[in-house]
């Protein structure tokens, strides 16, 4: 079996804010391997109830390993909460992570991290049809334009630029293909060899350090439709949660956090009416909170109880 070399983002966190108790019902809406769900189980000991959700069928292979008596489901978020919903299910514990998980980012296949040249993908969902090669290769200009602005936050002008030049040096089928593209030149060298034989890569130009992962998490965040689905799954997780139960979010870029912000603030502020009591008032950040873990250097994390 292979092992999964995979540390949970801000795992003391979340049991400390969420506090899991024994015989409580758990919901983890990105279970990805499972770190968060194990220690999360560990303190409820209640597996019967307890239900685990991935989009990922590398990551569902790896829970159903692990994790032999708890209901598992293949499926994103929204699709699981409907799901849920309709069944009438509820649960005292509801903890999404956001973020892209370490095997994911590490294989250098599946083209998540530009630390490897490698083919254009970024679905976490391999059933789909739309990956980042349909999105490099096939939109418009203006739709590049558009995703570079939504979701990397990039100003017009420099999404512009960016678009054009992907649009003309088409074909573009690898990550270093796109990179040099778009900065007129090899930005690329490579440093070692994975544990799998993978060639890695740094990036040699600072502008490219800036400007590619932007570029990266718009592509990614279009192919997996991640705000959609979130902005669509977020009302719905008010039916899930049991009174007194407790519902927190891990966001990596500011755009999640402030799409959770938002709705914890609107159902957190309306007095005798409100739904939530929000529980950070302040995020807790990954910097701060969680240092030694490279990947959580990025991360924020957001916890409120029903009321």
Do not use: C
């Not at 194990?38 to 990551?59: G, I, S």
């Not at 980042?132 to 334009?145: D, F, K, P, Q, Y």
């Not at 088409?170 to 040099?180: D, F, N, Q, V, Y």
């Not at 957190?268 to 701060?288: C, Q």
């Amino acid at each position: 079996m292979t092992s999964i070399d995979h540390t949970p983002v801000l795992l003391k966190s979340t049991i400390d804010v969420m506090a899991p108790k024994p015989g409580e019902r758990y919901l983890d809406l990105t279970a990805g391997y499972g770190g968060h769900a194990k220690e999360f189980l560990r303190q409820t000991q209640n597996h019967k109830d307890a239900v685990l959700v991935d989009r990922d069928d590398f990551a569902i292979e790896h829970l159903k390993r692990e994790f032999r008596d708890v209901k598992i489901i293949n499926q994103d978020f929204y699709g699981a909460v409907s799901s849920l919903v309709s069944d009438e299910k509820r649960f005292d514990v509801i903890l999404m992570d956001l973020g892209v998980s370490s095997p994911q980012l590490d294989n250098a296949e599946r083209g998540f991290s530009f630390r490897f040249d490698s083919a254009l993908d970024m679905r976490m969902d391999r059933g789909q049809k739309l990956s980042a090669h349909t999105i490099v290769n096939n939109w418009r200009e203006s739709g590049l334009i558009d995703i570079f602005v939504e979701y990397g936050e990039l100003r017009e002008g420099q999404a512009r630029m960016f678009a054009r030049k992907i649009t003309e040096n088409r074909p573009i089928e690898t990550t270093g293909e796109l990179a040099k593209a778009i900065f007129g030149k090899k930005v690329f060298s490579v440093s070692e060899a994975n544990a799998e034989g993978s060639l890695v890569a740094s990036v040699d130009s600072f502008h490219a350090k800036r400007m590619l992962p932007r570029i990266y998490q718009a592509i990614r965040i279009a192919v997996n439709d991640e705000l959609n689905l979130l902005g669509q799954t977020l009302p719905l997780l008010l039916e899930l949660l049991a009174p007194g139960g407790r519902i927190g979010i891990i966001s990596f870029h500011s755009l999640e956090d402030r799409m959770v912000k938002d709705f914890f603030r609107e159902h957190g502020s309306r007095g005798l009416e409100s739904d939530l009591k929000v529980l950070t008032p302040r995020p807790i950040l990954g910097s701060e909170a969680d240092p030694e873990n490279p990947r959580s250097r990025s991360a924020k994390l957001r916890v409120a109880e029903k009321i």
